[in-house]
């Protein structure tokens, strides 16, 4: 009893003072501005997902009627078993991790390419980028020069890297293996590498031009008082550059990890449909929809959707990626926080005083 | 509320990854009725009036010439011309969903590919032809690779068969003839090698692709093996078929077959044999007049001739290529389709066709006819390799099929999997696939 009087007397507080201090009282005006969009938005992405969703569970009926050589229509409800024929009915293919379901062997390559390429990105990126922001003669040059491999279209680039790396092209003849040569094309170790290469040609410029606008941002003050402080190089770069162009880095990797997951041009365009060396999760997806089963087509893009969904919430969780990078909102969240800190204080405290006050009452 | 920011980012990372989504849920719209569909639309053999023409895009430049020959005779039955990719899967996928949405896309005469016959057939994509026509002057290769459960579903348009090319100047050199068996090029191998060490022996496209399963069927096949049997059941691990398997491994194994050939498709071994590396060369027609022309992109131009394949016991079995022109079940106007492909497949079109895209005819009499002799020698060549020829497996899922056939045939060329035991593996897969 004395303790809920006591919360009554602190609780009016809070409720009286406004939820948001930001707030403008606009909301409603905001939501009616940002309905179209949201329609928008509903419509071409939200519609499809739950489409897919709904396709992952059913199944064409298949199988050909013995007398006319007719397929069976129609398709049947199967629940979760487009995604458990995983583990119950795999399909074992055999790439470069031995045999393997087809499935989990799209994943292991999926996964692969993303850490493998990102992370070169981002050296050879953060290279670029540092190369780029000094100044010299020619940096105009320098700058067009690095950013011409991200202007290319992927799927054009996987075709001259596909002439690049054939037998008798010119990856073999530079490397002194014309006799010899290594087989880029087939299907092996190889092909991954060409992979790998590839996607770090095209992509490493990106990475490299939003540090770069991370760069530039970054006082010059600072890296004088380093200077004066007699910091050398090394330490100038780890302990100034990397902490402040961090913010615009983490996005980038962020957008890069994002776009590797569901890497499909270049190994489709380069290496081709069917190569479990280098097949990712979208290409058998597409694969497994050109064989008009829509059913598992849905479903194995629903494992790649779940996938990149988890790695984009575990990038903002545990790097704390500022995608959205509203003033506004950080405002907002930062003054809840202090609300919240604060009212825990006075919880505190309101608690103590209730002891207090049910202990005399006790008495 | 509590986290709105949370779910701004989360919205995003949804968004990224909702393009991939999108491309599954394009094919929401199944349901198609093929069974029903092919038998409700029987009656209509009589509509005429404007219809659409739908092939791979046209690099000759002819079709549209040869429509326009219809268009002049025929003005209320136009026949306009839709190109799609000049990639054999996207046609496919475009022609499958056209299908699958009722013929939202107006096709009306569909150019098909020789092994989409059956899958087509068999979904309801391809009206069956009236029984009343006759395919007597058709090559009977050609005309078995339109039909699907004994009815025909498409007209035999152009064909194609595997051509043995080989370096006459070499083996003239060295005193030998056309070899016939597989070890007979062996041997003939061995001896131009003596005064051409360079050289290698034998090639054809063993890159992981549709030209494998062709390449693949044809040692199968040239061996006494088959795919499947008269029931359509699948005998790929006989000992004949394995024998086949055998020698295209020891092939590989002993240098008689580039280990390059391994990432070989159909333009890559052109241009080896042209850069004069190879003696013999297992492809298409198409390479006749490229290999002989003279303005120096071609080393060999008028040193090779051409046979038909060789086998393990004497001449070989070609796969079969080409296609057919079928008809889709939701065209509403088949009487005019019909006529079209009935007319754009008479012999004196087969014979303009010919001389303007070098395609082989499907018309019996024009391997024999003297215009075309002379402008394509090696035509009698491939009368006889089409004779002898053999379709790829008459799959519904064909697709499959022949994932199943390059895996099978990848794993045992490049050394992972002995041939017995690729065979075994591929004869349990096909044994799901085609029940």
Known sequence: MAVTTAEQRTAPKATKRKKNAFSDGQGTLAAMLLAPTLLVMLLVTGVPIVMSITESFFRANGGVDPNTGLV??????????????????????????????????????????????????????????????????????????ILVPWAIPTIVSAVMWKLIFNTDGVANKVLGLSNTPILWLGDNKYSQMAIIIADVWKTAPF????????????????????????????????????????????????????????????????????????????????????????????????????????????????????????????????????????????????????????GSAAS | MASKNKLARLTLSVLSATAILATAACGSSTGTTGASASTSTDASWSKTGPINYVQGKDTSGNVQKVIDKWNALHADQKVTLIELSDNADQQRASMIQNAQAKGASNFDVLSVDVVWTAEFAANGYLAQLPTSIDTSGYLKAAVDSATYFNKLYAYPSTSDGALLYYRKDLLDAAGLKVPTTWADMKTACAKVKTTNPTIDCYGGQFQKYEGLTCNFAEMVNSAGGAFLDDKGAPTVNTDAAVAGVQWAVDAFKDGTIPKAALTWQEEQSRQAFQDGKLVFLRNWPYVYSLANKTDGSSKIAGKFQVAPIPGLNGPGVSTLGGHNMGISTYSQNKGTALAFIQWWNSADNQKANTIAT??????????????????????????????????????????DVTLAIQDAAYNALNGTTAPKAAMDDLQTKLTALVK
């Open chain 1, 72 to 145: 069976n229509t129609g398709t049947a409800f199967v629940g979760l078993q487009n995604f458990t024929d995983i583990f119950a009915h795999p399909t074992l293919v055999v790439g470069v991790y031995g045999s393997l379901d087809r499935l989990i062997n799209a994943f292991i390559n999926t996964s692969l390419f993303t850490v493998v390429c990102v992370v070169l990105e981002t050296i050879l990126g953060v290279a670029m980028a540092l190369i780029m922001a000094r100044a010299f003669r020619g940096r105009g040059l320098v700058r067009a020069a």
């Open chain 1, 207 to 358: 990475i490299g031009l939003l540090t770069l606008a991370g760069l530039q941002t970054i006082p010059a003050e600072v890296y004088e008082a380093a200077k004066v402080d007699g910091a050398n190089a090394w330490q100038t770069f780890v302990r100034i550059t990397l902490p402040m162009v961090k913010p615009a880095l983490v996005v980038a990797v962020l957008f890069r990890t994002l776009d590797t997951l569901r890497m499909f041009d270049l190994p489709y365009g380069m290496i081709g449909p069917g190569k479990y060396s280098v097949e990712t999760l979208s290409v058998f997806a597409y694969q497994e929809m050109s064989a008009t089963r829509y059913g598992t087509a849905a479903s194995y893009s629903i494992v790649l959707f779940l996938y990149i969904v988890l790695i984009a919430f575990l990038f903002v969780k545990l790097l704390g990626a500022d995608v959205v990078g509203d003033e506004e909102l950080k405002a907002v969240n930062d003054q809840r926080k202090r609300m919240h800190a604060l009212n825990k204080k006075q919880g505190k405290a309101a608690a103590v005083r209730s002891n207090i006050t049910s």
């Open chain 2, 358 to 399: 070098s395609n082989a005819p499907t018309w019996t009499a024009l391997y024999t006819d003297a215009d075309l002799t002379s402008q394509f020698q090696y035509l009698p060549v491939l009368k006889a390799s089409i004779d002898n020829a053999k379709a790829r497996p008459k799959a519904v899922k064909y697709g």
